[in-house]
Every structure is written in structure tokens, then in C-alpha cells.
């Protein structure tokens, strides 16, 4: 709960910091004006930590370069045709802090592109009602610590509110991603979103649709990152948002028949995101947010739609989903703008979601074990993580169980890793030396013999140089 006094004296400690206050007394000195705005004024008044400052001013470009060059260590101007020159500011007791400081805008978009047609502005509250949400959308200026606040910013703090200073129509129709920016701040602040903005963001829910991949992959990430994004999936499933963009989350809200009885897949899910984050924090404190394995745990189960089969006698099956999700997890995600590595890790985790639950039903063999740590790579610990999270039963009996028998199979593989140095997981021979061995060139039939002394060092553990030698004779022989 906001307490404006504590928010008004941190807002009087970030105006009084050093980057601040040495940028403010610049700026007054070369007469333009100059304020705090946005996201660090919003952190402050809710005692929250921000790591950026942003600033605006109706100094130009050009202006700004002059006057932050002898305060800082480095300079630049990449957002330049945007009015954004970037800065570190010299702190007095060393290091550096970076600034980013735009003149005054005036944006219009042209309603096709989404791309902004760049007219700077001239007044501090002419600049803040175009911005997103009425938090976001209050100043301070600075040195002489005043709040601006011309859209109730301050209230809707106070309420835990999101809404946007103009209509939302109006603003989502300028900019469809603040639709987006909605579910995500709605998470990270863990505020309600008005009614009319809710309302404005499924009517112009196809509107997102013209906005690029990669700015949607940004928004998406950022909420994924949040210490609860369910409240933001919830608001994006809820309006047709996410439909528009990554329809296979909304399919997992399968039609229940009552003579079929299976669980709920998409509150399932969402509950096994929630479990994840929760392990996540439990085993790994203090880490960054780990978005793939987040992602994973919401699109596990995307295959189910596709694999449902309503069985005689009541039953339900989703036979291969692991493998259906996999598919269609790299495709959605590679339109989406993921790199090939995060959409590697996903997808390798939907894949082998399942394969522990073979272990809880009987003990597997050190091979077996073996092969679980070799398939799931540089992936395990994240595949710890997911097929716990997994288990949602209400059963406790058998949740308890599951949660038994995989405290085991982790105990099984920190033993064989201290006995075999299992995280190496390569036979005693490499390439050339299978060449030497048995007396041929590069080719296919290096692979095949590699492939074949792996089976045996996952089947039989360490075998030792001399007796892989022995057993690769034997094999290269046998072949003829």
C-alpha cells in the first residue's frame, strides 16, 4: 500500500542523489527545464527499486549532447531521431550511473506501421498524456522537486489502478503493444486494470496484429519475468490478446465433457508456471527470472488440443503430446522472434516433460538414468524443475509419492556423477582415435562406431580405454 509521505521522502532522496542533482543543476544553468519521469517516479512513491533513470527536458538533441558531455564518461546518440541521448554520468566517488534523457514529444503514429512520426513537444504535461498508463505518466521536476501529475497518476497509485491519461481507445489505437504493457505492468505492480481499459483492449484486441514480432517477443518476455505473470496470461487470455499472437495458450481451455473427466489443462499449466517459479526461487535464490523455463512450463502441455482422444468407458488420452508440443512450440516461437538457443531449451523440456513419470512407475536401471541425464544436456536442472512443478494432483498420496520417488532419481544421478563423472557423458575413444583403432578415414562409420561405444558407456559406465579397444574390435568385426 502506497504511504505518500514515505513516497514523497524518497522522491526527495532521488532528486538530492548525486547523477541527479549534478544534471539537474546543469540544465538549469544552461536554462531549459528538466524532470524525472515515468517509471523511476511511479518506483519511488511505491518504495520500489528502479534501475533506470529516464529523464525529459524541451532541450533538443542537440542541446542535450551539449550540455551532458562534460558530466560524462560516455555519450550517445542511437535514439537520437527520437529526441533519447544516452549518458554515464561520473558519480563523485567513482564509477558511473546511466541517464537517458528525451526532449519533449508530441508523437503521432501513422496507424499502419506503429511507427512513431516524431514531433517534439514544448510543455512537461503535454508530453506526459501521451504516455501509456497514468503511473507512468507523472514527473518531478527537478532541482525544484515538484510533482506533475496531470492524469491522477497519484490516485490510481494509491488504488492500485492501471488505466491510460487519454481514452483507451485512443491510446491503444495509437500504439496496439500498450495493450501488452497492460498485462505486463498489471503483473509487475500487481494492480487491476480499469474496466474501460479492459473492455478497449478486446475490442482492438486485432489491432496487436499489426505490431511487429520482436516488439511483442519484448513485451511477452518482460511479463514472463515477472515475480507473477499469471495475473497478466490471465488478462491476455481473458480479452482475445493472446489469441492473436500465441493462440496455443487459450486452446488449453479444453471443453470438459462430463462422461470424459480429465483436469482442466489450461488452469493446469498455469499452476505448474506458478510451481516453477516458486522452485525456481526455492533452489536457485536470488537469480535472474529464467524466462525459458518459464515459458516451458506454460506451453508443456500445448499438445493436448491436438491429441485429445475421448476413449469407451470415459477415458481421455493425449498420446504423444510431448512430442506435438514440441513441434509446435519451435514453430510459434520461432515467429515470435525467439533465438535459436531459447527455442532449443523450450522445446527440449516440452519434450521430455513425460519421461520421468516412466521412472515413478517402476525404478530404472543406472542406464536408464544415464540416458535421462544425456538427453536432457545442459537442460537438466531446468528439467528438475519443470517435472516437479508438474505434479498438480490433489491426490496428496500420490503427490507425495511422485515427489519420493523423484527425490530419488535425483539422488541416483548426483551418485552416478561422482562415480563416472556422468555430466561428461563421452565413451573412452574419440573420432580420431576410433580412426586409429580401426584403421579407417573419416566417414560415416566413424559415427556409427562413436554412437556405439556411447551406448556402451551409458549401458555399462566407464569401461576403460583398453577394454572400449577390445569391445569396438568386436563390434567393427562382427559388421563384416
Not at 92 to 98: D, L
Not at 185 to 199: G, M, R, Y
Not at 239 to 254: H, I, K, S, W
Not at 278 to 303: N, Q, T, Y
Request: cysteine-free; proline content about 4%.
Amino acid at each position: 500500500m502506497l504511504n505518500m509521505a514515505e513516497g514523497v521522502a524518497r522522491l526527495g532522496a532521488l532528486a538530492t542523489s548525486p547523477v541527479v542533482a549534478a544534471v539537474a543543476v546543469a540544465f538549469e544553468e544552461a536554462g531549459f527545464e528538466l524532470a524525472i519521469v515515468g517509471g523511476p517516479v511511479r518506483d519511488a512513491l511505491l518504495g520500489r527499486t528502479t534501475h533506470d533513470l529516464d529523464f525529459t527536458t524541451n532541450a533538443r538533441p542537440d542541446d542535450i549532447l551539449r550540455i551532458v558531455a562534460p558530466l560524462s564518461t560516455a555519450h550517445w546518440d542511437i535514439g537520437r531521431d527520437f529526441g533519447t541521448i544516452g549518458a554515464r554520468i561520473a558519480l563523485p566517488v567513482g564509477g558511473a550511473e546511466q541517464v537517458e534523457i528525451t526532449t519533449y514529444r508530441a508523437d503521432s503514429y501513422d496507424g499502419v506501421t506503429r511507427k512513431p512520426t516524431v514531433e517534439f513537444g514544448d510543455t512537461l504535461e503535454g508530453d506526459l498524456v501521451r504516455r501509456d498508463f497514468t503511473v507512468n505518466a507523472m514527473a518531478l521536476r527537478v532541482p525544484s522537486q515538484k510533482l506533475v501529475d496531470p492524469s491522477g497518476g497519484v490516485e490510481d497509485l494509491l488504488a492500485q489502478r492501471l488505466r491510460t491519461p487519454a481514452d483507451p481507445d485512443v491510446s491503444f489505437g495509437d500504439d496496439p503493444l500498450r495493450m501488452l504493457r497492460a498485462a505486463r505492468f498489471a503483473s509487475q505492480l500487481e494492480f487491476e486494470v480499469d474496466a474501460d481499459t479492459i473492455s478497449a483492449m478486446h475490442r482492438l484486441r486485432e489491432s496487436i496484429q499489426i505490431v511487429s514480432a520482436e516488439r511483442i517477443h519484448g513485451e511477452l518476455v518482460r511479463l514472463m519475468q515477472a515475480d507473477d505473470p499469471l495475473r497478466g496470461i490471465r488478462l491476455l487470455v481473458e480479452t482475445g490478446l493472446m489469441e492473436q499472437f500465441l493462440p496455443e495458450v487459450p486452446a488449453l481451455r479444453l471443453e470438459i465433457d462430463e462422461h470424459h473427466h480429465h483436469k482442466d489443462v489450461y488452469e493446469h499449466s498455469l499452476t505448474v508456471v506458478r510451481q516453477a517459479i516458486e522452485l525456481e526461487h526455492e533452489r536457485h535464490p536470488g537469480a535472474a527470472p529464467d524466462v525459458p523455463l518459464r515459458l516451458a512450463a506454460l506451453l508443456h502441455d500445448i499438445g493436448k488440443p491436438a491429441t485429445r482422444r475421448l476413449e469407451p468407458g470415459g477415458g481421455v488420452t493425449f498420446h504423444h503430446h510431448d512430442i506435438k508440443g514440441a513441434r509446435m512450440a519451435r514453430k510459434r516461437l520461432k515467429e515470435l522472434r525467439f533465438d535459436a538457443a531459447t527455442i532449443d531449451t523450450i522445446t527440449t523440456l516440452i519434450e521430455l516433460h513425460l519421461r520421468f513419470f516412466g521412472y515413478a512407475e517402476g525404478a530404472w536401471t543406472d542406464s536408464a538414468v544415464r540416458r535421462y541425464v544425456r538427453d536432457a544436456g545442459d537442460e537438466l536442472e531446468r528439467l528438475h524443475i519443470l517435472t516437479r512443478a508438474d505434479v498438480t494432483t490433489r491426490n496428496k498420496r500420490k503427490a507425495s509419492r511422485l515427489a519420493s520417488a523423484y527425490n530419488d532419481i535425483e539422488r541416483r544421478i548426483a551418485e552416478l556423477a561422482a562415480q563416472e563423472e556422468l555430466d561428461a557423458m563421452r565413451p573412452e575413444l574419440d573420432g580420431n582415435r576410433i580412426q586409429e583403432v580401426l584403421g579407417i578415414g573419416p566417414g560415416r562409420e566413424v559415427g556409427e562406431a562413436y554412437r556405439f561405444l556411447l551406448d556402451l558407456r551409458l549401458d555399462e559406465g566407464v569401461l576403460g580405454e583398453a577394454e572400449a579397444e577390445k569391445r569396438l574390435r568386436e563390434w567393427w568385426s562382427a559388421r563384416g
